[in-house]
């Protein structure tokens, strides 16, 4: 038997309300693990009761510093966290660059209100108390458990707006077969980083999309505005229209990193073409995101800007942990 932490930061799962207002977080974490088993115990605690595309930074490291304070309890054995799907990629990835613990950290939500005819909550929180008692997923990072899947953070996006199971990506390390949880694969782990202060909450890092006729004014306007880094969310393999070349190697001059993702959901940054497109914007300055995200992307720029503002080191950080 295991004894678990659940954290509640709010999201659909503890949402109600269908009237004019709209649906709102309001329920408690107590209140939605009243339908769990006794095969485990556990203990629950609030956070934050909020949909999660009202997050900021400083609530990421709020979250974060949460986890890592039940971590450090020795009766835990592992942490799940309730939360909005619709950034919890960006929570997630930010815990697992931070995680130290052998214990795993086990997010999920749901896709159903609690007060809608079928709330899918109750069945996602049994599934990730479940993985998170799971000796073998010890040493994976921060998971997300969800609809009887289970991904590592790094690299799950949220890729349907309204399905059961809206996250892909990732490593899938196990399934749920009923109440049990089958693990299949191990994730390879970078070593933690370091918990940062709180200036991590202040560091701006805006992402760009570029598409047919954009040019690179709101690029400059994002270094102009404070910004301390920008993901340009290029096109396909990694690539950007008339004038970014310049805008970037401008940034870079400046010292504000410019991150090359792509507005592609899935697939490798791989600088490839000329005429402005990734070869050029490399050769420009830019840092490819290889495998991450532009959302992953930028917790990962701001993560390492607050561990350090030095931006000659920048890249070299950047590549060892993207
Ligand atoms: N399914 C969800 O949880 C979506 C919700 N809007 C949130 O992210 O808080």
Request: glycine share 12%.
């Given at each position: 038997?295991a004894?678990?932490r659940?954290?509640g930061?709010g999201?659909?799962i503890?949402s109600?309300?269908?009237?004019?207002?709209g649906?709102?977080a309001?329920?408690?974490?107590?209140s939605?693990?009243a339908?769990l088993?006794?095969e485990?115990?556990?203990t629950?605690?609030?956070?934050?009761?909020?949909?999660?595309?009202r997050?900021?930074?400083q609530?990421l490291?709020?979250?974060?510093?949460?986890v890592?304070?039940a971590?450090?309890e020795?009766d835990v054995?592992g942490v799940v966290?309730t939360?909005?799907?619709?950034?919890?990629?960006?929570t997630?990835?930010l815990?697992d660059?931070l995680h130290?613990s052998s214990k795993?950290v086990?997010f999920?939500?749901?896709?159903?209100?609690?007060d809608?005819?079928?709330?899918?909550g109750?069945g996602?929180?049994?599934?990730?108390v479940?993985?998170?008692?799971?000796e073998?997923?010890?040493?994976?990072g921060?998971l997300?458990?969800?609809?009887g899947t289970?991904l590592?953070?790094?690299?799950?996006?949220?890729?349907q707006?309204?399905?059961?199971?809206?996250?892909a990506g990732g490593?899938?390390?196990a399934h749920?077969l009923?109440?049990?949880?089958?693990?299949t694969a191990?994730?390879?782990?970078?070593p933690?980083l370091?918990?940062?202060g709180?200036v991590f909450?202040g560091?701006?890092?805006?992402i760009?999309?570029?598409?047919?006729?954009?040019?690179?004014a709101l690029?400059r306007h994002?270094a102009?505005?404070g910004?301390?880094?920008?993901?340009?969310?290029?096109?396909g393999?990694g690539?950007?229209g008339?004038?970014?070349a310049?805008?970037?190697?401008d940034?870079?001059?400046d010292?504000?990193p410019?991150?090359l993702?792509?507005?592609?959901?899935?697939?490798?940054?791989v600088p490839?073409?000329?005429n402005?497109?990734?070869?050029?914007?490399?050769?420009?300055?830019a840092?490819?995101s290889?495998d991450?995200?532009?959302?992953?992307?930028r917790i990962?720029a701001a993560?390492?800007?607050?561990?350090?503002?030095?931006?000659?080191t920048?890249?070299e950080?950047f590549?060892?942990?993207s």
């Amino acid at each position: 038997m295991a004894h678990i932490r659940i954290l509640g930061t709010g999201g659909t799962i503890a949402s109600r309300g269908q009237g004019e207002s709209g649906s709102v977080a309001s329920d408690t974490t107590e209140s939605l693990t009243a339908s769990l088993g006794n095969e485990h115990t556990f203990t629950s605690r609030d956070i934050l009761t909020t949909g999660s595309y009202r997050l900021d930074l400083q609530d990421l490291r709020a979250i974060a510093e949460q986890v890592h304070g039940a971590l450090a309890e020795d009766d835990v054995d592992g942490v799940v966290v309730t939360h909005g799907t619709d950034t919890m990629e960006e929570t997630a990835f930010l815990l697992d660059l931070l995680h130290s613990s052998s214990k795993p950290v086990v997010f999920t939500g749901a896709q159903r209100a609690a007060d809608s005819h079928a709330p899918d909550g109750p069945g996602n929180i049994a599934d990730a108390v479940a993985a998170a008692a799971t000796e073998q997923l010890r040493d994976t990072g921060v998971l997300i458990s969800f609809s009887g899947t289970v991904l590592t953070a790094r690299g799950a996006r949220k890729a349907q707006t309204t399905a059961d199971s809206p996250f892909a990506g990732g490593v899938q390390v196990a399934h749920l077969l009923g109440d049990e949880v089958v693990v299949t694969a191990r994730p390879q782990r970078r070593p933690p980083l370091p918990f940062p202060g709180h200036v991590f909450g202040g560091i701006g890092v805006e992402i760009i999309t570029a598409y047919p006729g954009a040019t690179p004014a709101l690029l400059r306007h994002a270094a102009a505005d404070g910004a301390k880094a920008v993901v340009l969310a290029g096109t396909g393999i990694g690539n950007a229209g008339p004038g970014f070349a310049d805008a970037v190697a401008d940034l870079s001059a400046d010292g504000v990193p410019v991150i090359l993702s792509s507005r592609a959901p899935w697939g490798p940054v791989v600088p490839t073409y000329g005429n402005g497109g990734g070869k050029d914007l490399i050769r420009a300055g830019a840092v490819g995101s290889r495998d991450l995200n532009p959302f992953q992307s930028r917790i990962l720029a701001a993560l390492l800007l607050a561990l350090d503002p030095a931006t000659e080191t920048f890249a070299e950080r950047f590549t060892a942990y993207s």
